[in-house]
């Protein structure tokens, strides 16, 4: 869990302990466009922690590896102590779906336009018939 350097140790020691006692934190995003929900478990173990720690750099700063592995061991591990980790798992996503701003006299034309498209547009015309924006395949 990332804490930004402003919050105090307090803040720290209670976000921390709110991970441990409540292993099924739900989070929510800030907007009103939906949210999502999650199983929260830290990462605690230095072994944990420099394996995540590895998977993330190699998935989001792979030329910073070989600087990670120069630092040596001990200092690893130094580092490692004032990281915590935690992974989240989606259990439920909510999301609203906007397609050329809800103008509904459009439907028709954007679903016929996707339909003959893609393989991508014609899924996302499936979906324009699964949520009843355009009528079903064998309604047409």
């Known amino acids: 869990m990332y804490l930004p350097p402003q919050f105090n140790e307090k803040d720290r ?3 921390i302990e709110l991970m441990r006692a409540n292993a099924f934190a739900s ?7 939906g949210h999502c929900t999650v199983q929260a478990r830290l990462v605690e173990t230095p072994h944990e922690k420099d ?3 590895k998977r993330l750099i190699g998935e989001h ?3 910073y590896a070989q600087q990670w592995r120069d630092l040596g061991e001990e200092f690893q591990h130094k580092l490692l102590a004032g990281l915590v980790g935690f992974e ?3 259990t439920e996503l909510q999301c609203k779906i906007k ?11 954007m679903h016929a336009i996707y339909a003959a498209g893609s393989p991508d547009e014609q899924a996302l015309a499936g979906w324009m018939q699964r949520l009843g924006m355009a ?5 047409a």
């Open 99 to 109: 397609l050329n701003q809800h103008r509904p006299e459009s439907h028709a034309a």
């Open 27 to 33: 989070l929510i995003t800030t907007d009103d466009e």
């Open 61 to 63: 700063e792979p030329a």
């Open 135 to 139: 009528p079903s395949s064998n309604e």
């Open 51 to 53: 394996a995540l720690l």
């Open 88 to 90: 989240l798992r989606v």
């Open 13 to 15: 020691a209670v976000a």
